[in-house]
């Protein structure tokens, strides 16, 4: 089996089979709500924070990397400018509904399913490089996302961010959501030290890689409720190409004035063009906003990335047409 066959085989058993199978374990009543955060703790907490180390460890520090942080910026506040400019959250009339359709705007699958998808194509290196834009989404989630929750849950009235923080902090700086930064330190300091990674920890990376997969996206999977499609998912296909078009090409024609290496040309756009990410639902979910509406474009968005924009991102990269590896 050669390698386009290999990687075409882990598309399925990693990205769309587990979807299959979370969804199934729903209708079936076989895993609980409980179980299912635990899983996808567990996969943050520690799965994650390990991979991160050991990919961290071989990554070639150099002054290009200082891009990801600006590109990951750049992925949430583009489609909000966008949706802000055109005024699309204004189509709802409720607060609640509005301060939904803004959180779903902003965030993107990038540490997950962006992760994956840049193993399966470049390997490990350009793992790492989605960790370092993924770790920036972090403070989105904890600095925009989750004040914006608060402000829509309280009508859009002026509460005060200052106060929102004053009474949250340790929940805002003290998150076991976090941990996988320690993993990024820990990687750099042996790299930049000189300390070589033992081969061995290369063959359980990429196991790691696999479980990681399933532990992340088996609980999407289960998440999903075709339900809802009925109710938002037409009020929210204008995310469509806000979220997977729009972003990639124009980080992409930034990048190439800075940087010429394939393997981040090609980390970036694929990072770029993710689909909505499950931290939406969680701020919908913590702040007492319309689920069901974020919901929709975060189903819309995960299936046409995953069905659609990868699968042609592999291909043009296989027949050379895109300035990737």
């Given at each position: 089996m050669d390698g386009a066959e290999s990687r075409i085989i882990l598309i399925f058993f990693d990205i769309i089979l587990p979807l299959i199978v979370?969804?199934?374990?729903?209708?079936?009543?076989?895993?609980s709500n409980k179980q299912c955060n635990?899983?996808?703790?567990?996969?943050?907490?520690?799965?994650?924070?390990?991979?991160?180390?050991?990919?961290?460890?071989?990554?070639?520090?150099r002054g290009e990397l200082m891009l990801l942080p600006f590109f990951s910026f750049f992925n949430a506040f583009l489609p909000l400018g966008i949706v802000l400019a055109l005024g699309l959250h204004k189509r709802f009339h409720s607060k609640l509904d509005?301060?939904?359709?803004?959180?779903?705007?902003?965030?993107?699958?990038i540490g997950t399913l962006g992760g994956l998808c840049g193993y399966l194509l470049y390997g490990e290196l350009s793992f790492a490089y989605v960790q370092i834009i993924g770790v920036f989404q972090n403070f989105v989630m904890l600095?925009?996302?989750?004040?914006?929750?608060?402000?829509?849950?309280?009508?859009?009235?002026?509460?005060?961010?200052?106060?929102?923080?004053?009474?949250?902090?340790?929940?805002?700086?003290?998150?076991?959501?976090q941990f996988s930064i320690f993993g990024i330190i820990g990687g750099m300091v042996l790299s930049t030290i000189g300390v070589s990674r033992?081969?061995?920890?290369?063959?359980?990376?990429?196991?790691?890689v696999h479980?990681?997969?399933?532990?992340?996206?088996?609980?999407i999977g289960f998440l999903i409720d075709f339900s809802t499609l009925k109710l938002f998912?037409?009020?929210?296909?204008?995310?469509?190409?806000?979220?997977?078009?729009?972003?990639?090409?124009?980080?992409?024609?930034?990048?190439?004035?800075?940087?010429?290496?394939?393997?981040?040309?090609?980390?970036?756009?694929i990072c770029m063009a993710t689909p909505c990410a499950?931290?939406?639902?969680?701020?919908?979910?913590?702040?007492?906003?319309?689920?069901?509406?974020?919901?929709?474009?975060?189903?819309?968005?995960?299936?046409?990335?995953?069905?659609?924009?990868?699968?042609?991102?592999?291909l043009l990269v296989s027949l050379g047409y895109l300035p990737f590896k």
């Amino acid at each position: 089996m050669d390698g386009a066959e290999s990687r075409i085989i882990l598309i399925f058993f990693d990205i769309i089979l587990p979807l299959i199978v979370g969804y199934v374990l729903r209708q079936k009543n076989l895993i609980s709500n409980k179980q299912c955060n635990i899983l996808i703790r567990f996969n943050i907490i520690v799965i994650v924070t390990i991979l991160t180390f050991l990919s961290f460890w071989i990554l070639p520090l150099r002054g290009e990397l200082m891009l990801l942080p600006f590109f990951s910026f750049f992925n949430a506040f583009l489609p909000l400018g966008i949706v802000l400019a055109l005024g699309l959250h204004k189509r709802f009339h409720s607060k609640l509904d509005q301060g939904s359709y803004l959180v779903a705007t902003i965030p993107s699958n990038i540490g997950t399913l962006g992760g994956l998808c840049g193993y399966l194509l470049y390997g490990e290196l350009s793992f790492a490089y989605v960790q370092i834009i993924g770790v920036f989404q972090n403070f989105v989630m904890l600095f925009v996302l989750f004040p914006m929750g608060y402000y829509y849950e309280h009508n859009g009235e002026n509460v005060g961010f200052l106060t929102f923080f004053k009474k949250n902090w340790k929940g805002v700086f003290l998150n076991w959501n976090q941990f996988s930064i320690f993993g990024i330190i820990g990687g750099m300091v042996l790299s930049t030290i000189g300390v070589s990674r033992p081969p061995i920890l290369g063959t359980v990376f990429q196991s790691l890689v696999h479980i990681s997969a399933w532990c992340a996206l088996l609980p999407i999977g289960f998440l999903i409720d075709f339900s809802t499609l009925k109710l938002f998912y037409s009020r929210t296909l204008n995310l469509i190409p806000i979220k997977l078009i729009i972003p990639p090409v124009v980080s992409y024609g930034i990048a190439i004035w800075f940087t010429s290496d394939p393997i981040l040309l090609g980390t970036l756009i694929i990072c770029m063009a993710t689909p909505c990410a499950i931290n939406s639902l969680v701020t919908a979910r913590l702040y007492n906003l319309n689920v069901n509406l974020a919901m929709a474009p975060f189903i819309t968005t995960t299936i046409i990335y995953i069905c659609l924009l990868y699968p042609a991102f592999y291909l043009l990269v296989s027949l050379g047409y895109l300035p990737f590896k």
